[in-house]
DNA sequence: ATCGGTACCTGCACGC
DNA sequence: TGCGTGCAGGTACCGA
């Protein structure tokens, strides 16, 4: 489900439980789990207090007091619920002194993590799109050879951006999905980074986009969709130059684009 | 070392 | 009503 923005914006509404003390950690899917013994990690959890949570990219992470951190990564369906009762999808609950974190799943495709040390998979990751340079984005872009969407959804580039945002992101800066990397010149890429940061942010600014069932912590839904130019929006017309949007699949995943104002 | 294809899971909309 | 199909914001893993 959820992109950087909506991760943002669950990040910031899960603020309250920072500088809690977990009184209890319980975690009824080990499917979700990743490295290590529920009934461990519920121990080591408990008692502790939130030093801090951060986002980097897609994931959460949470510092935990006297060492380790609590990863936790929301896939297609994960939501994050401050409050509330739990219920079929929920796999994990963090019980606090003030409230009750739930963590709810649906398809499954979330994990939480914890581990001693700061999580590997999240230092493999690639630099924030919101504060990595132009120059530093274009010298990255150059040594890949693949079609641009593919890159724009590969972490390693830049962290956070996904199936939505790389689709809006493209037709900001007029560029079609199935470019090559290769044939995107200086000035052609300089609009991409732009694009990527504006449409970010006002994502960001809008509380994400409630696409089928998003909600931050306290359930608000975002409302950034309905400034979608092209994200699900297949045979409705250009906001540009009113042609019909297509849809082509890229790596296995859907994209939509102008074919008029999107070259390759 | 990088890339593309596939697997993982549930729910929903659609056509018959 | 029910069934089959295709689609959905994700990452990880495997083999070329």
Redesign the pocket.
Known sequence: ???LP?VETVVRSIAPVTGQRIVTAEFRNL?ILRGGDPDLMAARLQGRRIVAVRRY??FIVAEIEGGGYLMI?L???GRLLLGGAPG??THAIFTFERGVLLFDD????GCIEFSEEFPK?VARLGPEPLEVSFEEFAASLVK????IK?LL???TFVRGV???YADEALFRAGIHPLASTRRIKRERARKLHEAIIAVLTEAIAAG???????VDAEGRK?FF?ISHRVYQRTGEPCTACRTAIKRVTV????SHFCPKCQKR
């Open positions: 489900m959820p992109e909506e499917r990219g897609k990564h896939g297609m369906t079929k999808h649906s398809r499954q495709f998979r890949h050879k693949t079609r593919s959804l590969n972490q996904g199936n939505i994400g986009s409630s696409i089928s069932d998003y975002g969709q790596t296995q995943r859907s």
